[in-house]
């Protein structure tokens, strides 16, 4: 309740003087930017972080977990080009990075799932749910094959595969296809 209360005078603050928040909350964070949005005022959100024995470095995005999900697609798709370059090398740390690729793409999946499909009514974070938004929400059995198939696939990926199976290492232009399905779901379904 305070977290809220204190969002929303920040916000109402902030339409009077620039106001800067440093927060290590996430929740909190988003609740300043659910506000801000909602009162038209404008933000912009950076990240603070630190890389072994160095601190306050600045990066222009959020942490992973704060995207949504067209900037998940889009560090998934700038991620494309370092895998191509160590497709044909080390096949132990290609074989790494593709899993942990797989598996930021599940959760790209998902995040699609709580703003695409389900129209933001239920998200994680959010301290409430949207019931308004329910009348905009649409499930046809196409989409719930196309999150189906984009979960499936990626999955496959997240687990240990019995020494016997040795499955084959996806190739970048499978990668390629498989974001690519996401990206067609998010621009079928569009955000509330």
Not at 5 to 33: G, N, S, W, Y
Not at 34 to 61: C, Q, T
Not at 84 to 91: V, Y
Not at 164 to 171: L, Y
């Amino acid at each position: 309740e305070r977290r809220s209360t204190i969002a929303k005078r920040l916000v109402k603050e902030a339409k009077e003087r620039q106001v800067i928040v440093l927060t290590h909350d996430i929740v909190f964070l988003l609740d300043l930017q659910f506000y801000a949005d909602s009162e038209s005022v404008d933000h912009v959100s950076v990240s603070m972080r630190k890389n072994g024995d160095k601190v306050g470095l600045i990066k222009p995005e959020l942490p992973w977990i704060a995207l949504d999900v067209k900037k998940k697609v889009g560090y998934l798709k700038n991620e494309l080009p370092a895998l191509k370059k160590i497709e044909d090398g080390d096949q132990d740390e290609y074989r790494n990075r593709v899993k942990l690729w797989y598996m930021l793409l599940r959760e790209a999946w998902e995040r699609a799932v709580e703003e695409r499909l389900f129209k933001g009514v239920v998200q994680r974070f959010n301290k409430s749910i949207q019931t308004q938004r329910l009348d905009t929400v649409e499930v046809t059995p196409e989409l719930i094959k196309e999150v189906n198939d984009g979960m499936s696939e990626s999955s496959k990926w997240l687990h240990d595969m019995a020494a016997g199976m040795n499955p084959a290492i996806p190739k970048n232009t499978k990668l390629e296809t498989e974001l690519k399905s996401l990206e067609d779901f998010i621009t079928k379904c569009k955000p509330n």
